[in-house]
């Protein structure tokens, strides 16, 4: 029994290990910023879930008492993936694409990273500043 | 009355969950903690939040959160072979617009989190007026197949536990 519990757990380890791997593999391989995204928001996490997994099956097994901690982590994990994810999207829009090359979202709305509902007040500060400018000169 | 105190009914069960969880041996000075803490959290952070968040079907969730993590792990691997064996001349990157029934922001929150997280998409932006997701695809020969996927698999299932 002991013998299939460390076989099973060292297949979970390579596992994870192997796709964390591949992650990191796509980060150096992929073209550019927005694919290169995929390869860490994927692979990465099944990596860190299949050592989750691996210590699970470690502490139900051969420690004292079962841990509930892995759970945790993967629950933190899938609420903070996508919002890193997010972030690094929004972040290289407004770097690198023009609204112009993004598809259209239908109607006379913008993308909300790209709207100015949000910050009207700092925008028109902003251009009132530049007007004056323009006026002085 | 209970409603001031408990503003996100929702929201405290899963403080105390997951506190009993952190403390990963049961003991009742824990359990008390925990209580005080699912009560001052959600009064700490309703001013952020102050919608209530209706769930129409709360026991859809686990065979949601199932089909998720299925998903996830049939991605990790259609993922993992497009970076091992795809050359980057044949990826066709892509970006695409789900058109959105769902209106709840909360329901609209897990959509986008779950598309980051499967196959090959990342949610990236909200439209303006909440109406439309744009996402980004890893390898899209086939957008329409993607968005019909995206809204028969996952929108679908969101409606019928939010909606």
């Known amino acids: ?137 | 009355m209970i409603r001031r105190i408990f503003p996100h009914p929702y929201l405290s069960a899963l403080l105390v969950l997951i506190w009993m969880l952190l403390v990963n041996r049961f003991a009742w000075g824990s359990l008390v903690f925990a209580v005080i803490l699912s009560i001052a959290i959600p009064a700490l952070t309703e001013p952020y939040w102050p919608d209530r968040a209706r769930l129409r079907n709360p026991l859809k969730i686990l065979t949601y959160f199932l089909l998720v993590i299925w998903d996830i792990v049939v991605a990790n691997i259609q993922v993992a072979l497009i970076v091992l064996f795809k050359p980057n001349r044949k990826l066709q990157p892509a970006w695409i617009t789900v058109p959105l029934d769902l209106r709840s922001p909360e329901a609209i929150t897990v959509l986008a989190g779950t598309i980051t997280l499967t196959p090959g998409t990342v949610s990236s932006d909200l439209s303006q007026d909440g109406h439309a997701l744009l996402v980004h695809c890893l390898h899209a020969p086939d957008p329409e197949s993607i968005i019909s996927d995206i809204k028969s698999r996952y929108e679908a299932r969101l409606k019928e536990i939010f909606e």
């Not at chain 1, 980060?27 to 995929?38: A, E, F, G, I, Y």
């Not at chain 1, 829009?93 to 598809?103: A, T």
């Not at chain 1, 239908?106 to 009207?120: E, I």
């Open chain 1, 1 to 137: 029994m002991e013998f299939f519990a460390e076989i099973l757990i060292s297949v979970l380890l390579v596992c994870g290990g192997i796709f964390g791997l591949v992650g990191s593999f796509g980060l150096v391989k992929l073209p550019d910023q927005m694919t290169r995204l995929h390869a860490p928001t994927k692979a990465a996490t099944l990596g860190v879930g299949g050592v989750l997994m691996a210590s699970m099956a470690w502490f139900a097994f051969f420690g004292d008492q079962p841990s509930w901690h892995e759970l945790l982590i993967t629950l933190f994990l899938f609420m903070t993936a996508p919002i890193t994810g997010l972030m690094l999207a929004k972040a290289h829009m407004h770097l690198s694409w023009h609204p112009d090359e993004l598809p259209h979202c239908g109607r006379d709305h913008d993308w909300a990273t790209y709207g100015n509902s949000a910050d009207r007040s700092l925008l028109d500060a902003r251009d009132e500043a530049g007007s004056q400018r323009d006026h002085h000169e």
